[in-house]
C-alpha cells in the first residue's frame, strides 16, 4: 500500500491513465500540468485539498473521459473553468491535433493566472477569457464544436449558458453526479432537450448529459 503523498499521488495517476489511454507525449504533458497545479494549490484553493492526492482520477481522468465523445473536435468552449477541468486537459490531450483552439471562460482573475500560467508553459492552443460567462456568450460569435462545463451549476440554470452554442450546431458535454435525473426533470420544464446519458469512468454514480438539441419550451 503506498503510504506517503507522493507514493499514493503516483499510484492514482497509474489508475488513471489505465481509465484513459493517452500518448506518450499527452502523459508527459499531463505531468506538468499536474505539478504546476500542485505549486499553485499552496498558494490558492484550486481544487478541494481532499482530492489532492487523487487529483489524477477525479480530475484528469474525468475530463479526458469527454474526449471519447466528441473525437473528431478542433473548438471547444469550457465554461468556468477554474482549476482547468476539463479545458486544460483537453487542450493537452489535443495539443498536437491541428486547427484545435481551446477557450477557457473563468471570472476569477487570479484563477485565470494560473490558466496563463500553464497554457505558456506547456506550449497549449488554449486562450484565456476573464469575463463572466454571461459577458462572453455575447461577445463570442466564432463556430464551436464542443461546449463544456464541470461543476459549475444545476442543469437548469447551465442550459442556459450552453444554449446560445448548441443551437450553432455545438454539442453540450455536460458531466453530473448522482442527481442528474432530479436536474433533468427539472430541466425539462423549461427546456425540450436532445440528450444521451453516458456512465462515467471515474464515478460510479456519475453521468455525461451529452446535449445535441435544446431549445426553451415557450410559456403558455
Request: proline share 6%; net charge positive.
Amino acid at each position: 500500500m503506498p503510504n506517503t503523498p507522493e507514493d499514493r499521488l503516483a499510484a492514482d495517476r497509474a489508475k488513471a491513465l489505465q481509465l484513459s489511454h493517452v500518448s506518450r507525449e499527452t502523459s508527459a504533458r499531463l505531468d506538468s500540468f499536474v505539478t504546476l497545479l500542485l505549486k499553485w494549490q499552496q498558494r490558492m484553493n484550486l481544487i478541494g485539498p481532499s482530492t489532492v492526492e487523487q487529483v489524477w482520477t477525479r480530475h484528469v481522468a474525468d475530463s479526458l473521459q469527454l474526449l471519447d465523445l466528441a473525437p473528431d473536435a478542433h473548438v471547444w468552449i469550457d465554461l468556468g473553468t477554474g482549476a482547468g477541468f476539463p479545458g486544460l486537459v483537453v487542450a493537452a490531450a489535443l495539443a498536437d491535433r491541428r486547427g484545435t483552439a481551446v477557450h477557457l471562460v473563468e471570472k476569477s482573475p487570479k484563477k485565470s493566472m494560473f490558466l496563463r500560467d500553464v497554457v505558456r508553459e506547456l506550449k497549449l492552443p488554449a486562450l484565456v477569457h476573464t469575463v463572466r460567462i454571461e459577458d462572453f456568450i455575447l461577445a463570442f460569435s466564432d463556430p464551436a464544436d464542443v461546449i463544456t462545463a464541470r461543476a459549475l451549476a444545476p442543469l437548469p440554470k447551465l442550459l442556459g449558458f450552453v444554449a446560445p452554442f448548441v443551437e450553432k450546431g455545438a454539442q453540450a458535454l455536460l458531466p453530473k453526479g448522482q442527481d442528474v435525473d432530479a436536474e433533468l426533470t427539472q430541466a425539462s420544464k423549461c427546456w425540450n432537450i436532445e440528450y444521451t446519458l453516458v456512465p462515467s469512468r471515474t464515478d460510479p454514480r456519475g453521468r455525461i448529459v451529452v446535449v445535441r438539441r435544446l431549445e426553451r419550451r415557450i410559456k403558455e
